[in-house]
């Protein structure tokens, strides 16, 4: 599968912050569904037989942190924070990572590449406990004379996610310099 969805884990571990006050931070731990994935995640001759048929009944899970700070709502994973909104008792939140690229011709820009990725996360809270969904896009794109249109690719994937606040933590952070 091309790029497929590392970020899944991060999604997994979405949640609520129903009793998140400004400056204030909620701990989840989250499990998530089997990712739905679109036939452009496969590439031309679609997905390997090899994986066609497999199943798990495993599921992914992770921890994130969910803060506010003014109106807006974070989600920490550690790695990367994505910005977000409440409305009602429904959570919302994106991001994306965009990276061009440039090479060939006489000054090394005759082609562009654009490799994209976009997550997506959505969920409510009822009580500790949260459930949502999560979608995860990565593109690429290449346009100049040096660009084969086999290599462009948009994949998309979806998973359920489901999980509960975890009490009476208190996070850490090392700082690095």
Do not use: H
């Not at 001759?45 to 066609?52: F, R, S, Y």
């Not at 005759?110 to 009580?127: I, K, S």
């Not at 459930?131 to 998309?156: A, H, K, R």
């Amino acid at each position: 599968m091309r790029k497929i969805l590392g970020i899944a884990g991060l999604f997994g571990t979405l949640a609520a912050c129903a009793t998140v006050g400004d400056g204030d931070y909620v701990v989840y731990r989250v499990g998530y569904g089997e990712t739905q994935a679109s036939d452009g995640c496969f590439g031309e001759d679609g997905q390997d037989i090899d994986q066609a048929e497999d199943e798990s009944s495993f599921l992914p899970t992770e921890s994130f942190a969910l803060y506010r700070v003014g109106d807006n709502y974070y989600m920490d994973f550690g790695e990367f924070s994505l910005v977000g909104t409440k409305t009602g008792d429904q959570f919302n939140f994106s991001g994306e990572d965009l990276d061009v690229d440039f090479f060939g011709g006489e000054n090394g820009d005759a082609n562009r590449t654009e490799d994209v990725d976009e997550l997506n996360v959505r969920f409510t809270v009822n009580g500790r406990a949260i459930s949502g969904t999560y979608e995860s896009t990565s593109s690429f794109t290449c346009t100049g004379p040096d660009c084969f249109e086999g290599d462009n690719f948009t994949c998309t994937g979806s998973s359920p996610f489901f999980g509960s606040e975890v009490r009476d933590v208190e996070l850490q952070w090392d700082i690095e310099r």
